[in-house]
């Protein structure tokens, strides 16, 4: 998990603009927003800008950055200029120590990359476009085939629409539709726009795109181009298209989806094409399936470790790990690893690991020992021979509620095996550490 980031700031003639580090990869990526943005806002509000971010420090050191006017850099009285906003990546590029990067532009964050790649080509080492226009929507001079309708379309929609209501959440409805009707959502993005910019200087922002025009710059650019576009995208697919044409060797890869924002809808494909583009290496996909885990640990391990000495503990603990191996490997279970004194079992369905539990408890009295066992049937995430996701977090939890020689199920294990000849005591409702709401347990007879 990536730490919170710490806001610092570069000075750009006598601006200061607000920017993040995240990550320590030997790759540098800078990512340069869209037309509102909050570094400090976003990462605390925002799971799933979270989650991005940490998928992309996995494979790089990302910058990210608020443009002045926007965020916490440094108020303007006026929307900053083409050649102004590319004089913030520079700026932010000189103050991390950076010579050069692949650079990653979403929406109007795009149009500054361009400019900026064409501009300072011996500091772009790729470039990545998400979501991004060539020109706004009032531009006199559309060549044949550029979209001049469907940008205006967008131009006098979309945009206006967003201008008459800055500050109410509308970026949801237009940039993520899917959460149009997410209260909350709405709620929590209406904050962030009013965290990020004025409406004023919005409205102002708004009027400056759309006589933007990165047309002449496209020819220039000589870095590697990936573009990425949603064919759902309320800015029209048709500007990556254009880009794509008249940028040389770019690749354009049309995603699934009407999410504008990339941390939206399916982040992970969006995020496995940037790091296969900019590594070479597309990362492996978990499988998940149902499962039933099977946690076990030993009770008051510590002190009997201490009664019996390092190596006789050593010695009872291996005996302890191979006879769980036996037990559930003839039920065709799979003991998946061993976890500090306890184990992690995994199982097709719940009914064997029911069995095994109670074999290994049994077993462990043999010993000298007392085992507590917790069971947990859900969706399990499968990485080579490792599981992990939620379902396996439930079964460690339930087994630390346990008591010595108790195995202990969820009520989802409970109804699973209805109608068998198991017999099922309420333990009641727990609160189980780092998991949401309550559960109710059983304790197997």
Known sequence: MVEAPVTRYADCEGISIAYQVLGTGDLDLIFVPGGVSHVDVTWQQDRAYRRMMERLASFARVVVFDKRGMGASDPVLTPPTLEERTADIQAVMDAVGIERAAVFGLSEGGTSAIRFAATFPERVRALVLCGTFPAGGGIADPEPDYPVDAMRSVWTNTIERWKAHMGQGVMIEMFAPDLAKNESAVASMAAFERSATTPKMWRAMLDSLNDLDVRPFLGRISAPTLLLHRRQDVIPIEGSRYLASRIRGARLVELEGNAHIPWLGDMDTLVDEMQEFLTGTRPARAERRLATVLFTDIAGSTERAAALGDRRWRALLEDHYEAVRQVVERVGGRLVKTIGDGTLVLFDAPAPALASAREVVRDA?????????????????????????????????????????????????????????????????????GLPSEWRLYRVG
Request: hydrophobic share 45%; with cysteine.
């Open 365 to 433: 009295e043999r010993l000298g020992i007392g085992v507590r066992a917790g069971i947990h049937t859900g969706e399990c995430e499968f990485m080579g021979d490792d599981v992990s996701g939620i379902a396996v977090h439930v079964g460690a939890r339930i087994a630390a509620v346990a008591g010595a020689g108790e195995v202990l199920v969820s009520s989802t294990v409970k109804e699973l095996v209805a109608g068998s000849a198991s017999v099922f005591v309420d333990r009641g409702v727990h609160e189980l550490k």
